[in-house]
């Protein structure tokens, strides 16, 4: 997974529940290893509906569920 800093405040990634510091495993059961994984990941799900995210907070793993709404 990659971690993610400087989260933008009012934005998506907010949103869904992602705080500086959480490291990024999966997005809809994907592994993530890069942020051009990412990248491409958020691609593919920006017109879906929903959105699945397995993160690690400190040591502990947590799944974000997010809902879309448009």
Same mark, same amino acid.
């Given at each position: 997974g990659f971690?993610?800093?400087?989260v933008p405040s009012g934005s998506i990634i907010e949103?869904?529940?992602? /705080?500086?510091?959480?490291?990024i495993c999966s997005v809809q059961g994907q592994q993530l290893q890069s942020?051009?994984?990412? @990248?491409?990941?958020?691609? /593919?799900?920006?017109n879906q509906?929903?959105?699945?995210?397995?993160?690690?907070?400190?040591d502990q793993p947590?799944? @974000?569920?997010y809902e879309i709404k448009n």
């Amino acid at each position: 997974g990659f971690r993610i800093d400087n989260v933008p405040s009012g934005s998506i990634i907010e949103a869904a529940g992602i /705080k500086d510091g959480d490291v990024i495993c999966s997005v809809q059961g994907q592994q993530l290893q890069s942020m051009q994984d990412a @990248l491409r990941m958020f691609n /593919k799900v920006q017109n879906q509906p929903h959105i699945e995210v397995t993160l690690l907070r400190g040591d502990q793993p947590i799944t @974000l569920k997010y809902e879309i709404k448009n």
